[in-house]
């Protein structure tokens, strides 16, 4: 059965990028090292340490589907048509773009989270579902939507920016410990949601 994985490089204090979108050094561990990796993309490669790529190496080949907002598919131009990690990427928007010059790309415009998750559900199989940090990731937490969290803690304190979790108020949950991975000016705390969690 697939997991939905809520992700994301995050500050000591919780953020994915500052206020003006820019991501300071948070992405530096993706250069830091000498063991090459890759995502979906043959052409954008990550030199990054032997833990890091050992960490790497047990979560992103099991992606089958990454779920994103439409804020990061803009930043990005959507990887000009190539999923990051996974085959597939559904965009959560009210507003599917008409004018993005890659039609053919494997590239789904979805415009509800739950919706979005039961397709990339399907699509996914035994595989597992990456979910990106920010409101995304705070909508399917309200939604109970969310089984696992990987964080990429990097020793950095922006102070003010975009939030892991966005705009999350809900209940509390429960995950279990991390399994903790050090890397290179990175630490990867990945976490399992507590059974306790679903039975609240």
Known sequence: MSKVIAGATVSLDGFIADDSDAVGPLFDWYGNGSVEVYGADPDRPFHVTQASADYIASVWPDIAVTVIGRRLFDITNGWNGVPAVGDHVIVVTHQAPT???????????????????????????????????????????????VDELSLQLVPVIFGTGKPFFGNYTGRHQLFDNPTVTEGDRVTHLHYRRSVASHRD
Do not use: H
Not at 116 to 124: G, P
């Open 99 to 145: 004018d993005w010059p890659f039609p053919d790309a494997p590239f789904t415009f979805v415009d509800n989270l739950e919706e979005a998750i039961s397709q990339a559900k399907t699509m996914a199989g035994d595989r597992n579902i990456s979910l990106t940090g920010g409101n995304l990731t705070g909508q399917a937490l309200e939604l109970g939507l």
